[in-house]
């Protein structure tokens, strides 16, 4: 069983920077591959940047690569998602998530969500 828990969110201007972290509970943190997700109001879920057990392979969504960057700290049980260069459709709720699997098209865990808020 893992637990997540985002914070780090917040209302910030059109080109400032937020860092989000994400709290895991639980034994096997370092087995899963962590993700963060998005959904902004009235859209769907989706895919944001992945990263895996060792932090050796990581993959991000076109419409925030080269501005944000995922990280993982094993030994604190602890992902990060550093945003940069914010814009406006970056507003939208950011779920932190928990997969065995690369594709992470199904994670097992789900943390409770953050408000990115990005004025313009």
């Known amino acids: 069983q893992v637990q997540l828990v985002e914070s780090g969110g917040g209302l910030v201007q059109a080109g400032g920077s937020l860092r989000l972290s994400c709290a895991a509970s639980g034994r096997t943190f370092s087995s899963y591959v962590m993700g963060w997700f998005r959904q902004a109001p009235g859209k769907e879920r989706e895919f944001v940047a992945a990263?895996?057990?060792?932090?050796?392979?990581?993959f991000y969504a076109d419409s925030v690569k080269g501005r944000f960057t995922i990280s993982r700290d094993n030994a604190k049980k602890t992902v990060y998602l550093q945003m940069n260069s914010l814009k406006p459709e970056d507003t939208a709720v950011y779920y932190c998530?928990?997969?065995?699997?690369?594709?992470?098209?199904?994670?097992?865990?789900w943390g409770q969500g953050t408000q990115v808020t990005v004025s313009s």
């Open positions: 998530a928990a997969d065995r699997e690369w594709t992470m098209t199904r994670p097992d865990y």
């Open positions: 990263i895996n057990w060792s932090g050796g392979r990581i």
